[in-house]
Each structure stands twice: as structure tokens, then as C-alpha cells.
């Protein structure tokens, strides 16, 4: 590698983002995955209608812990339908939207695009290319919206029961819908989403770059407010043993007082000798 290429590939995903241009709109989206975390890059100038329904879908968690349930090595990843129990959600991503016009963007390895089935038919599923083919992108929907920025070593690890029926033994999409026991049941290697998170804006602050970056950071900033509560409860029950020990030693003079009383009683007045 040339100096040059050793900066550009040690540079972080934070800086990445930070030097991404203002005069684009990008999403980030970081997802964890049974094999690895993947950060896909959307771009909205690609495919306006396609950004717009990705991002929000990933940003309500529609692909949260759903499978990769289309894997065929040299093609493509497929994934999409979603397990949430909200009819909203599902409503909103089975609604259909337009197809964006083609700019002419190949498909190389990790490019992600939709899925689809007739003109205006993009929804939900979208797919992962695995490689330089001219067979994608040649239909209208298959419009290119981002590709994977980093992980690819883990998209290449997911498990494949080879294409859907008719093509291949994997699983039926049309069974899918009845819930992830119908996968995990019967194609139990399937690999699937965790959690992702969305990050959007022209130039993200630095700050939040880094939590895409690290999205789990311990909260330290209550820390030294346990400290402080701790401190004051101490400096209480300090101030409370040194009352006590006050009232104590009070007590005991008064006791000792009232026995020396007792003990010596003065001499009645009329019993005084002259």
C-alpha cells in the first residue's frame, strides 16, 4: 500500500463522517449482526424515495433482530420483513413507494439497493450486492441507496440454505410473515440483525460521530453526584454522632451532679444551732 492508502484505510468511521461533504444528505447506520457489526452509508441523492423510507424504517427499528433470510454467495444478501407487533409500523413500510429516477450506479460489492417485484413496487426488503454484477440495477426499482462502509468481512460470513424456492432450499418468504419461529425452527443458522442506530445530517458534531462510532458509553456524569450525595449523607451522620456524643457527656455530669446531691443533702433550716 502507498502512504496514501495506509491514511485512508486506518482513518476512523468517525472521521469519515466528520469530513463527509455538506451539500449531501448521508445516513449513517450502524447495525449489529450475528457475525459482526456492518455500517451502511445511505446516500439521498442516489435515491431520494428510497433514502427517505430506508432511514425511517431503520430509525423505528423495522430491521431490528430480523433474519438475512435470502443469502446467495456471490449475489446478494436479502432481508426486510420485519417481526414487530406494530400494524403501524407494517403499514407504513407495505405501503409502496415510487421509483427514484436511475443515475447509472453499478453495483460493486456491498452496494445496497431495493428489492421489488413490478414497477413502484419498493416497500421494506432491501439487498446487499456481493459483487461486481451487471445483472443488477438493470430493473427500475433496483435503485442504489448506500453501500456498506465497513464489516463486509461479516456480510461474506452470513449462513446460506441457498436461494428461495423455486431457485434453491431456502426459506419461503410468504411463510416469513407468520413470525421468526418459522426460521428459527426449521433454517436455525440464519443470520440476523441485532440493534441499529441512525445517525443523519450533512456534518454531524464530533461528539455524535462518536457515539455512531461507540454507540454503548458508560454514563459517568452521575458519578460524581453519588459521590457527592454519599459525602453529604457521611457529613450527616458525622454531624449526628457528634451531637450524640455531646448529649452524652451532658448527661453524664448531670447524673453525676444529681448523685453528689443525693448523697449530701444540705441541712434543714430549722434544725440550724446558733
Known sequence: ?????????????????????????????????????????????????????????????????????????????????????????????????????????????????????GDNSRTSQLFISYGDSKSLGTQKW???????????????KFYSYGDMPPWGKGPVQGKIHSGRSYIDDNFPKTDHFLKCTVMTGEKPEEEDAQQIVEPIVKDTTRKPQ??????????????????????SIAAVVILVIAIIVLLFPRKKEGSKTI
Not at 64 to 93: C, E, M, W
Not at 142 to 156: C, H, K, Q, S
Open 142 to 156: 433496483e435503485t442504489p441507496i448506500g453501500e456498506i462502509v465497513e464489516g463486509m468481512e461479516n456480510v461474506r
Open 226 to 247: 453519588r459521590i457527592r450525595a454519599a459525602k453529604s449523607v457521611s457529613s450527616m451522620v458525622h454531624k449526628e454522632e457528634t451531637d450524640y456524643n455531646g448529649f
Open 1 to 117: 500500500k502507498t502512504t496514501s492508502e495506509a491514511s485512508e484505510h486506518t482513518t476512523s468511521l468517525g472521521e469519515r463522517i466528520l469530513e463527509m461533504s455538506d451539500e449531501e444528505d448521508i445516513a449513517i447506520v450502524k447495525c449489529g449482526t450475528s457475525t459482526g457489526p456492518i455500517v451502511m452509508q445511505l446516500h439521498r441523492k442516489w435515491s431520494p424515495k428510497g433514502y427517505d423510507r430506508a432511514v425511517e424504517l431503520f430509525r423505528r427499528g423495522f430491521y431490528d433482530n430480523t433474519h438475512f433470510f435470502r443469502v446467495v454467495p456471490n449475489f446478494l444478501v436479502q432481508f426486510g420483513i420485519t417481526y414487530s407487533t406494530s400494524q403501524s409500523l407494517k403499514k407504513f413500510a407495505n405501503n409502496p413507494i415510487p421509483d427514484d429516477p436511475k443515475l447509472g450506479i453499478e453495483f460493486h460489492e456491498g452496494t445496497i439497493s431495493y428489492a421489488g417485484g
